[in-house]
């Protein structure tokens, strides 16, 4: 399935085996992974021939190759640059497609599900389309690691129906690949930050529910630590400037879009207002800032999107949320 915003080459697929029918596979994008991190999120789940699915989302170090080798059940798609979280993402969606899969759990290289994440969510999924509703994704509830200085997701609850929420972070959604096909693909040009906002929107207006399953938890660390004993920061004052840039960037493109709610772009806007201004206060209206915010608004504004500007070919940051 191609797009016309997605031109960067994925590089070869590995490791092509049948797919096992009664497993729901994992999925998940590598970037210059924490070892120890992705090790216990393979642990958990490369059990009883659950088929994984992995981005190499640039060049892997020789120890985390010989990890991946070790797993029981893997497709491997590799790109030898960073082409960003969306087409990762949408690249995986095909070939879970391809294979025949009806969902992915998709997650994040620093997650920790449990062994039976995939397996639970599939049935919860199941259980409430049979009841008539139908699912974009489902997802756990995220939950920092104990003793560690991650901020906590927020979600935007809606009233209905049950556990319902605007968007799913992308760790730990179970996506449906028959629903992504209709509602379209990950946005590729947003490279990294509100990937999993629009679509969430795009999803709700063409008649897909995204929805938290509040009983199960997963552990999940969301953008930058602080050290321990520091003051709590919102995550605009801890981020790298690149990523500020995709995050107020991808903001404003958000709220160009028809699909989502006018009292949402409403507060949104509001929202990126004071946190922008927050930034300027919290470095002291340095010159780097100006710039950095100043280039994202333009860019939003007339649809300058891709790579940030500056930076290395196929080389921007490219955790996700």
Not at 59 to 68: E, H, K, S, T, V
Not at 117 to 129: C, H, I, K, T
Not at 188 to 193: G, L, R
Request: one cysteine or more; charged letters at 20%; hydrophobic letters at 40%.
């Amino acid at each position: 399935m191609a797009h016309d915003y997605d031109k960067a080459p994925l590089g070869q697929q590995q490791h092509r085996t049948q797919p096992l029918a009664a497993d729901t596979p994992a999925a998940t994008v590598l970037y210059q992974p924490d070892p120890a991190l992705l090790d216990a999120m393979l642990s958990a789940l490369d059990r009883d021939g659950r088929r994984l699915y992995i981005f190499a989302n640039s060049p892997l170090d020789q120890a985390i190759q010989d990890r991946l080798a070790a797993l029981a059940n893997p497709v491997i798609i590799r790109s030898p640059t960073n082409v960003g979280l969306g087409a990762a993402l949408n690249a995986i969606l095909e070939r879970a497609t391809l294979d025949g899969f009806a969902h992915v759990l998709l997650l994040d290289q620093d997650s920790t599900p449990s062994p039976e994440l995939p397996e639970l969510l599939a049935q919860r999924f199941r259980e409430r389309e049979s009841a008539g509703a139908p699912l974009a994704q489902l997802g756990p509830l995220l939950v920092t690691p104990p003793h560690e200085t991650y901020l906590p997701v927020r979600y935007a609850w809606r009233h209905a129906p049950p556990g319902a929420v605007d968007f799913l972070p992308t760790s730990g959604s179970l996506v449906s690949t028959k629903a992504w096909s209709q509602i379209g693909p990950f946005r590729a040009d947003y490279f990294i930050a509100g990937i999993d906002v629009e679509w969430g929107f795009r999803a709700w207006s063409r008649g897909y529910a995204s929805l938290v399953a509040r009983d199960l938890e997963m552990v999940h660390r969301w953008g930058t630590p602080m050290p321990a004993g520091s003051a709590r920061k919102p995550q605009i004052l801890r981020h790298s400037d690149q990523r500020n840039y995709y995050f107020i960037r991808n903001s404003i493109d958000c709220l160009k879009q028809s699909h989502l709610p006018l009292g949402w772009k409403v507060r949104s806007g509001l929202r990126l207002a004071a946190q922008i201004a927050m930034l300027f206060y919290d470095r002291g209206g340095e010159a780097r800032t100006r710039q950095v915010v100043g280039s994202a608004l333009l860019a939003g504004l007339h649809n300058k999107l891709g790579p940030a500007p500056g930076t290395p070919a196929g080389q921007p940051e490219g955790r996700s949320i």
